[in-house]
């Protein structure tokens, strides 16, 4: 079970770093903020994890740890991914300063 793990990992990475470059730019042309577009790259990965891994995995479904192995790489590799994501685009982005303060729309 575990040998396909690093096949997976291969497939699941750039997976995971272009939906991030897409939660990112994606909204960019409707201007949204670039503090607002770092938020939805980040809500982009992690909701379907856990729910496609309770579908492989419960015994009225799937019932296949195979079929979980993605999901679970994916989870993984997401929190370091996300991380360094999350450093690069830090750089770009000033963070905000009490003179100027974030307002509900993000800027």
């Given amino acids: ?3 396909i793990l690093g096949d997976i990992v291969l497939v699941v990475v750039p997976f995971n770093l272009s ?3 897409i939660g990112y730019s994606g ?3 409707a201007e949204v903020s670039p503090r607002g577009s770092i938020a939805s790259a980040f809500e982009i990965g992690p909701h379907n994890t856990p729910l496609s ?3 492989a995995m419960s ?3 799937l019932n296949s740890t195979e079929m979980a192995m993605p999901s679970v790489a994916y989870g993984f590799a997401m ?4 991380l360094v994501f999350g450093l690069v685009v830090a750089r770009r982005v000033p ?8 307002t509900p729309s993000g800027t």
């Avoid at 929190?79 to 996300?82: E, G, I, N, P, Q």
């Avoid at 963070?95 to 974030?102: E, K």
């Fill in 1 to 3: 079970m575990f040998r």
């Fill in 19 to 21: 939906g991030l470059a």
């Fill in 27 to 29: 909204p960019r042309p």
């Fill in 53 to 55: 891994i309770a579908i």
């Fill in 59 to 61: 015994q009225s479904l």
């Fill in 79 to 82: 929190f370091f991914t996300a």
């Fill in 95 to 102: 963070a905000p300063t009490a003179d100027r303060a974030v």
